[in-house]
Structures are given as structure tokens and as C-alpha cells.
């Protein structure tokens, strides 16, 4: 006799396979779950009270160094990047004005060669 009155193959269970099945299912539920009980009530305890008393004190032994390492990165780091800044605003100063000395330099080497004044050339925009 079948659970369900179709023909679903393998799928379909027949009824004293689930007359076997779920009291042996919920036997096995019973005793794990006292089981279970029994040592949770018993272990779980000692070993929170072992953690409280051990734990906490070890992570912060270690993580106060850690956090003033990743502090001190941090402000590296803004040191670096502040220099980088400074840099790059020096070296465009200082193109700026070898722009403007490389016209002049230009100007006053064709009118050696020439032997003639040239006007002066006005510098190229800076971009």
C-alpha cells in the first residue's frame, strides 16, 4: 500500500516503511536531545567561566598593540600622501618657470648666432 495513490517510482513511500521510520526517528530525537541537555548543563558553564577568566585579558594584550600599529600606518600614511601633494606642487611650479626660461634662452642664443637683436619671445601659456 502507498502514501500516495500515484505512480511516482522510488518516490513514493509505502506506508509500514513510515510505520518503521518515525517512531524510530523520534526515539533517536529523544535521546539526543537529553543527552544534549545533560552536557550543556554540565560543561558549558566551566567552560564560559574559563573563557571569562583567560580570554578577554589575551585578546587585549593583543589587540592594543595591534590597533596602535594600524594607527600608526594611518598616519604614515597621511605623512606620505601630504608629501606627495607637496611634490607635485613644486614640480609643476618648477615647469612652469623652465618654460618661460627656455623661450628666453632660445631668444638670446639665436641673436648670438645671427649677431643681430631679436625681440623678445613671449613665453608659452602654461596649461
Known amino acids: 500500500m502507498h502514501l500516495v495513490p500515484a505512480d511516482l517510482g522510488p ?7 513510515w ?3 518515525l517512531p524510530l526517528l523520534a526515539l533517536c ?5 537529553r543527552v544534549l541537555r ?3 548543563g554540565a560543561e558549558v558553564p566551566e567552560a564560559y ?7 578577554p585579558s589575551r585578546e587585549q594584550s593583543t589587540a592594543l598593540p595591534e590597533a596602535a600599529r594600524v594607527e600608526e600606518r594611518r598616519e604614515r600614511g597621511a605623512v606620505i600622501t601630504a608629501g606627495q601633494a607637496r611634490v607635485e606642487a613644486e614640480r609643476a611650479s618648477a615647469e612652469a618657470e623652465l618654460r618661460c626660461q627656455v623661450a628666453e634662452v632660445a631668444s638670446e642664443l639665436a641673436s648670438r648666432s ?4 631679436l625681440p623678445a619671445v613671449a613665453p608659452p601659456p602654461v596649461p
Not at 518516490?11 to 516503511?17: F, G, K, Q, S
Open 11 to 17: 518516490v513514493n513511500p509505502r506506508v509500514h516503511d
Open 29 to 33: 530525537y529523544l535521546l539526543l536531545r
Open 38 to 40: 545533560r552536557a550543556e
Open 49 to 55: 567561566e574559563a573563557y571569562e577568566a583567560t580570554g
Open 114 to 117: 645671427v649677431d643681430d637683436p
Open 19 to 21: 510505520a518503521y521510520a
